[in-house]
C-alpha cells in the first residue's frame, strides 16, 4: 500500500533561515512525487513535482525538494524563508503502476517568524 | 476565469438528508477527483474519474457516488448525510499527458456541516 509520512506538525523557523520540510514515502513502482501548499480558507496550490531526471527539483516560489531513492524521502527546502511562507505543506505521491491513486501525507504547518 | 470551481462554498443540513456538491473545471483536463479534507487537515481521496474509468477509495461508503455529465464536470452526491460527513470537501482535475501530467488543479472547497 502506498503511504506518505510528515514526520513534523509543525515546522517554526525565523524569517531570513533556511527551512526544511521533512517527506517520507512508500509506493509500489516508481514514485511520482509532490509538494502542494495550503493557505487558510483555500484549496491547495501545486508547488513542484518530482517524476524522473535530476533529484534535486526547483518550483514555486524559490522552493526545491531532493529526491533520494534509497532513503524514500522528499524533503521541501528553500533557502531563505519569508513570512509569506507560512502555511500548511503537504507531500504527496502517486505510484507508477497502473490503478494508483494519489496519497497525501498529514501536513506539515509552517509558521516562519518576523 | 476559476479553473476549478466548486458550488456551494458552504452547506449545511440536517442528518440523513441527500445534498450534491457540484464541480466543473475549464482547464480542459481528462481526470477530475473529490477530496474529504477532516477537522485535523487530514486530506483523504475519494475518487478519481476520467472518461474511461473511475478509481475508488475503497474506506468511502457507498452513501457517497460521484456523477460526471460531461469531461468539465464531476458532482458528488452524498445521500443520508451523517455528523461524521461534516468536513472540508475538494475538487481537483489534472492531466494526464504533457508537460503538467499529474499536476492536480484544486477547487477552493465546499464547507459541509451536518447537524
Known amino acids: 500500500a502506498q503511504s506518505v509520512a510528515q514526520p513534523e506538525d509543525q515546522v517554526n523557523v525565523a524569517e531570513g533561515n533556511p527551512l526544511t520540510v521533512k517527506c517520507t514515502y512508500s509506493?509500489?513502482?516508481?514514485?511520482?512525487l509532490f509538494w502542494y501548499v495550503q493557505y487558510p480558507n483555500r484549496g491547495l496550490q501545486f508547488l513542484l513535482k518530482y517524476i524522473t531526471g535530476d533529484n534535486l527539483v526547483k518550483g514555486s516560489y524559490g522552493f526545491e525538494a531532493e529526491f533520494n531513492k534509497s532513503q524514500t524521502s522528499f524533503h521541501l527546502k528553500k533557502p531563505s524563508a519569508l513570512v509569506s511562507d507560512s502555511a500548511l505543506y503537504f507531500c504527496a505521491v502517486r505510484g507508477g503502476n497502473y490503478g494508483q491513486n494519489f496519497v497525501f501525507g498529514p501536513g506539515t504547518r509552517l509558521s516562519v517568524l518576523p | 476565469d476559476t479553473a476549478v470551481s466548486q458550488t456551494p462554498k458552504y452547506l449545511v443540513t440536517q442528518m440523513g438528508n441527500d445534498k450534491s456538491i457540484k464541480c466543473e473545471q475549464n482547464?480542459?483536463?481528462?481526470?477530475m477527483y473529490w477530496y474529504k479534507q477532516d477537522s485535523k487537515k487530514f486530506l483523504k481521496i475519494m475518487f478519481s474519474y476520467n472518461n474511461k474509468e473511475l478509481i475508488i477509495n475503497e474506506t468511502v461508503p457507498n452513501r457517497f457516488s460521484p456523477k460526471s455529465p460531461d469531461k468539465a464536470h464531476l458532482n458528488l452526491h452524498i445521500n443520508s448525510l451523517e455528523l461524521g460527513d461534516s468536513a472540508v470537501y475538494f475538487c481537483?482535475?489534472?492531466?494526464?499527458?504533457?508537460?503538467?501530467?499529474?499536476?492536480?488543479?484544486f477547487g477552493a472547497g465546499t464547507r459541509l456541516s451536518v447537524l
Open positions: 481537483a482535475s489534472s492531466q494526464v499527458s504533457g508537460v503538467a501530467k499529474n499536476i492536480q488543479y
Open positions: 482547464l480542459g483536463h481528462d481526470t
Open positions: 509506493v509500489s513502482g516508481n514514485p511520482y
